[in-house]
């Protein structure tokens, strides 16, 4: 009689374990009758003969101005629209404030802006107002503005007044429901010259909530002028113009290798005047001009090349960085040559800035801009997609750029984006967005890739299944193949599931699924998400030999392992509805009698997490006891697993 070896858990949510309980239980009524009808498939594997090394690389994340990933996302900016752009409907996000009698308008004023890049405003004009009642604007945030109790908030905003006296400025945080006021202070000395003004507001006894609004009035009669509003919570390790913490602690829990950034398309643009011009986005947020992106809004840059690299070292990530190579989405590009000249020479500037000593010309300016210490790159891309450049011209380019990179920085390893002829990329990058069911088909995808041919880069990959994130099927796919991935990770060095974050409301969203999701206040991981998290936790730095006979469709494996810890890890992905019987046999080798399961499943495919229920497809801990170097083992339908065991 074969011996089942049934999880314990011993950690997690009451409720979600026994939801989880009875879904394996009925599981295993539903697959005992099948698994009766074939026989255990069996893994085989071998701790002591390692087969190849996995790529210390392998999981990280890839990064661009989509769905509002920055701006109403990782970017703990709280203002929308704070530079005040304008179209047919007005000012989106900046609505006209007059309280009781007063009066007032507002208006975009083209004559006047506090620099070069933002050399316009918007005009208050208050014909009338009083302490009673104030005139001015209000910021409706990011689809809201995301207030905790007892928090401080840190604004600032360029402005200047006529020569009448219309300060000071009142700034406060308003529930939308009640019309309470969460916050105020008040701001005086506004100048006649354009100036940068600070506050402070912090909330009391309040209920989180993502209902309010930032308002700034003034009390008399006179013009306003203001531009480049902001609004902090506190940020990810206190960086002024941070990241949003609650995302950032998500990131982490992926243990990301590497950050891919900053496209995708949105480096190329639609056209070439619209291209990732990093220049325009360091240095004072008032000298970002800001740039129409690809994804049909406007991104002001705020979260600008500074803020990657600062990203990148504030998760330990290696910058993957992608550089302009002269395509643009609407099928412009640059005539290889002395067309794309300044392009290459921006892309040297571009290095430099991240890698220079502040001796040179661009490392002194990332000194001025609050980093003096260079950055580390070992990976540049040259492009996004060059495939979609039908002219052809992508092998010249990417050769121009390779060879002036190469010359000024030869251990930098590049990355082509599309095939190329006239010289040897260090590595390619390869998109995939399938369904589920492509992925298990194709999950031995590079089990036959030419091992003497450039490395490969899965710069962007995911099963699209779910909306606006992955459900459980989707996380079935990716789990499968990440499969692959780990057992081809001698020749796959990084992989990176895109897009990465996602804020859910409709009117942010232009592309699903997207791997986290978030509003204004919370933020959820999708249950691809986790399969993310299982896998990238549970890596080891060796592949031992290892081989699956006889097992049912859409089952899959890889197993590491570490040898300085001593851990075994498999990864078991059960694609099907079916338990599946599996003898795990590891002939010789000696294994402590507990070992850890970790398990993600569901019921159905179509189970998934959202802002109202993030946690109800999470991974779930439990022991296993191992008899010893012959497991019998159970994989439940619609599971993924993974098993550490400890080597003796
Ligand atoms: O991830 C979304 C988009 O898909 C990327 O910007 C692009 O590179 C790909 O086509």
Redesign the pocket.
Known sequence: MMEYVFPTVRRGDLMRTKALALALAASLVATIAAAAQSGPATLTIHPDQVVARVSPTLYGL?T?E?NHSYEGGLWAQLVQNDTFRSDWSGVPDWILVEKGNSEAKIAIDKSTGPSEALPYSLRVTVNGASDAAPAGVLNDGYWGMGLHPDTTYRGSFYAKEDSQDVGPVTASLVADQSGQVLASTQIGGIGTEWKQYEFTLKTGAIQPSLANHLVLTVANPGSLWLNLVTLFPPTYHDRPNGTRIDLMEKLAAMHPKFLRFP????LEGDHIADWYNWKETIGPLVDRPGHPS?WRYWSSDGFGLLQFFEWCEDLHMQPVLAVYAGYSLMHEHVTPGPDLEPYVQSALDEIEYATGSIDTKWGAQRAADGHPQPFHITYVEIG??DEFDTSGSYDARYAQFYHAIKAKYPDLQLIATAPVKSVRPDVIDD?F?VRATDFFHDANHYDKTDRNGPKIFVG?W?TREGTPTPNFGAALGDAAWMTGLERNSDIVVMASY??LLANVNPSALQ?VPDLIGYNALHSYGSPSYYAQVMFASYLGSERPAASLEGARARLFYSVTEDPAQKKLYIKLVNGSSDAQDVTIDLPGASLEPVGRLVMLSARDTQATNTLDHPTAIVPVDSTLRVPGDTLPYRVPGYSIQVLEFSLR
């Open positions: 890839m661009e989509i496209g995708g398309n949105f690809p996004n997609e998109h967005y962007e995911a895109a897009p592309w």
